[in-house]
């Protein structure tokens, strides 16, 4: 069961000389950007738009998803995909607003940002904050994560999958970003194609349980066997409701979330930075509209394996030790494919893992050498002695990755939740800094510190309080109020947009603004980036892009609301 037939073998082999042969191919073609570390990094100017795209969504989808999310998707529902769809939106906005920013001030990192913007320390602290953050967590959990699929699949050692995936993605990242973009947008093909078979089958299996064939049979009897499970918002009865806390999905702090993560991330704006701002636009709107079928790729096979599992067509396939693993939904569900059709979802699923751990750890060592290995370490370092480094550092962070991703673990709430909610901590002092730091010219280093140590103190109290504290108006990690009604009972009424990452964020926001005013009260505008309104202007086809992705996701909440 747990095994790939020589077709599969075959299948998954062609994609890996694919993607390698055309990765030496690309770094051939244009060697001579390795003596630039921009070209290295960056691969300036040369990613088109549908590179962009594609590596976005690459990089972006990796275990995280196939695996927790369709974890999410097998224990809430459709409910999950609130990330993903509200990422289409995000990263519209990202593309108005924050690129046009970083592009005009000539930024290519986030610790440049604040070093320009702040100052040095600031800088500093984050970068070592952020390389700590993306190989102890984000790294290790896609290796983790990836690893636990293909083990699952194929029934190879987890610690052979762990060096197998490192390796591959290895090979990828050291040809440069130029390589890891392009080699993306085949990694996105299998990826798609791989998921898009896979949910087909996993719907046409249920359909044929329940003696009804057929792929619309198979959505029509998911609906019907598990309507809870394709609800968007949910009720305040329902068991997950404190993971996605009704309309705080909508309008509460899943935004700071999205818009840190794609506005003030270095794993992801690295591939746009190095385009002009009309081909940057166009690849991140690519990006958007990819993001509204992700939920088609990951959540539904989850919601699936669900339906199978209740009808124990593959129960103790999800058991560990005697309990339910929730992440054990998509490894399991791929086992029921036929040879040949394993073997690509296999390829997609190694696809999405590789393409996700080759652009972590590029920003990795992107932001260890231009923001510490240049300004703290050996700062007449040439652009040949820079990118020596940072392939240097691509193997080591890696080593350290494998090292480490044995030892993880990932609480019951499956791995996609796990990383969601603890990335939450530092998600709104964060997104306070960037935002002030872009559109107000008087945020000063000392209300930039603030938010970040500041704001993950109180996302941590506010976190462990309710625990020992009996709040009447604290519910997971949804606010409401108790209201005096006119007949002199009480009511318990949801605050949607109050939640744990919202109020920190607005805590954090205040103490920025009343630490700035006090700092600098001249308001002194020295270290403001250049910002004028005419930045943010879009072609009319990046309007008319954006309003059918605004269109679609009316479109689709209406419809699962």
């Known amino acids: 069961m747990h095994t790939l037939s020589n077709g599969d073998w075959t299948v998954f082999v062609i994609y890996f000389i694919i993607v390698a042969s055309y990765g030496y191919w690309v770094y051939r073609r ?60 995000t990263l519209v906005i990202v593309a108005v607003f924050f690129i046009p920013v970083y592009l005009k001030n000539k930024i290519f990192t986030m610790p440049q940002f604040l070093n320009q913007r702040y100052n040095g320390n600031v800088a500093m602290i984050m970068a070592i904050f952020w390389l700590l953050l993306y190989i102890i967590v984000n790294l290790t959990s896609i290796l983790y994560l990836g690893a636990i699929a293909v083990h699952g699949i194929s029934g190879i050692s987890m610690t052979t999958c762990v060096i197998f995936l490192a390796i591959f993605a290895v090979i990828i990242t050291l040809g440069g970003m130029k390589v890891i973009g392009y080699t993306d947008v085949i990694q996105v093909f299998f990826l798609i194609l791989g998921g898009l078979v896979t949910t087909y089958i996993a719907v046409n299996e249920v359909a044929k349980h329940f003696g009804s064939p057929g792929f619309l049979n198979g959505l029509s009897l998911m609906k019907s066997h598990a309507e809870d499970h394709f609800q968007m918002i949910f009720h305040k009865d329902n068991q997950h409701y404190s993971d996605l806390p009704g309309l705080s999905v909508l309008i509460g702090g899943l935004w700071i979330t999205n818009l840190n993560y794609w506005g003030c991330n270095q794993y992801i704006t690295q591939r746009a930075l190095g385009a002009d701002l009309k081909t940057a636009r166009t690849g991140i709107l690519f990006a958007a509209f990819l993001k509204l079928l992700m939920p088609v790729i990951v959540v539904l096979p989850g919601i699936a394996a669900f339906i199978l599992y209740k009808q124990n067509v593959f129960h103790s396939q999800m058991m560990v030790n005697g309990e339910l693993n929730p992440d054990n939904a998509y490894p399991s569900l791929l086992n029921l494919l036929p040879p040949w059709f394993k073997g690509l979802s296999f390829a997609a699923l190694t696809a999405a893992v590789v393409a996700s751990l080759a652009g972590k750890v590029n920003s990795i060592a992107t932001i260890f050498t231009m923001d510490i290995y240049k300004k703290a370490i050996k700062k007449d370092a040439t652009d040949k002695q820079m990118v020596t ?28 939740q796990f990383i969601q909610e603890y990335t939450g901590f530092v998600s709104p002092g964060i997104f306070a800094m960037f935002l002030l730091g872009f559109f107000w010219k008087k945020t000063t280093s000392s209300a930039a510190m603030f938010a970040t140590i500041g704001g993950f103190i109180m996302s941590v109290i506010l976190k462990v309080l309710p625990k020992f504290v009996n709040l009447a108006f604290l519910k997971g990690v949804g606010f409401s109020a108790l209201v005096l009604q006119s007949d002199g009972t009480t009511k318990l009424y949801e605050i949607p947009f109050l939640d744990r990452m919202a109020i920190v964020f607005v805590v954090c926001v205040i103490g920025m603004y009343f630490i700035s005013i006090k700092e600098n009260p001249k308001g002194d505008k020295t270290h403001a980036l250049e910002v004028d309104t005419s930045m943010f202007k879009v072609s009319n086809g990046f309007a008319v892009g954006a309003l059918i992705i605004g269109g679609i996701l009316t479109a689709l909440y209406t419809m699962f609301w």
Not at 51 to 76: P, R, W, Y
Not at 399 to 407: D, K, M, R
């Open 389 to 416: 480094i940072g392939k240097i550092a691509v193997v080591v962070a890696m080593i350290l990755g494998c090292v480490i991703a044995p030892f993880m673990g990932i609480d019951k709430k499956g791995g996609f």
């Open 30 to 89: 244009k060697h001579n950007l390795d003596v630039s570390s921009q070209g290295y990094f960056l691969a300036q100017g040369t990613l088109t738009w549908w590179a962009i795209g594609a590596s976005l969504i690459a990089s972006n989808i990796s275990a995280e998803q196939m695996v927790g999310m369709s974890g999410s998707g097998f224990s809430m529902g459709l409910a999950i995909s609130c990330y993903e769809w509200m990422a289409a939106a």
